[in-house]
């Protein structure tokens, strides 16, 4: 069982203005899992709670790391750099959300509960920064005879030969 990062209370953790950092491990994302091509990696992670100076609890998260992804052009690996930095305003669970907070661009509104679980708000954020078709700026399409576009009928029978070649 992975070990994962709790906040037994986030009000206090704001109010009080604490900071919790570590490392995640890729593998203890599973909803990340059918992006990476790489999970032994791990992404780093900082938490800082506050309070604003309209007196409300805050949570500045930021997330670093490197992940593996495919490029969806040439479908070649790519290193997508990741750069998350959040800040979310506490809010009681069942509490209403005032409507200017909700047009408010600057931060989300999260409902904090005790024993908050920061690997799935890491998890939540990170599928939320990676692109759904990450490509390099600069790449070609594999050429068709390439084989990983369009098959034809040709490079079947290439395919073919060169396996029974091998067995
Ligand atoms: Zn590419």
Known sequence: MPQRSVLPDPFKFAAEGRSLSGAIPLADLPRLGD????K???????????????????MRLAISGELQVRCQRCLGSMIWPLDVDALFE?????????????????????E??????????????IVL??????????CEAPRPDGGAVKESP??????LRKTDGAE
């Open 154 to 159: 040709f490079a079947s029978l290439e395919k």
């Open 90 to 110: 506490l809010v009681r669970p069942g509490q209403p959300i005032a409507d200017d907070e909700l047009e408010e661009d600057e931060f989300d509104a999260i």
């Open 112 to 125: 904090a509960t005790p024993d908050m679980d920061v690997t799935a708000l890491v998890e939540d954020e």
């Open 40 to 58: 032994s990696g791990s992404v780093q992670f900082s938490l800082v709670g506050e309070v604003g100076l309209d007196r409300k609890p805050r």
């Open 129 to 138: 920064a990676v692109p759904i078709a990450p490509r390099h700026e600069k």
């Open 35 to 38: 992006v990476l091509l790489d």
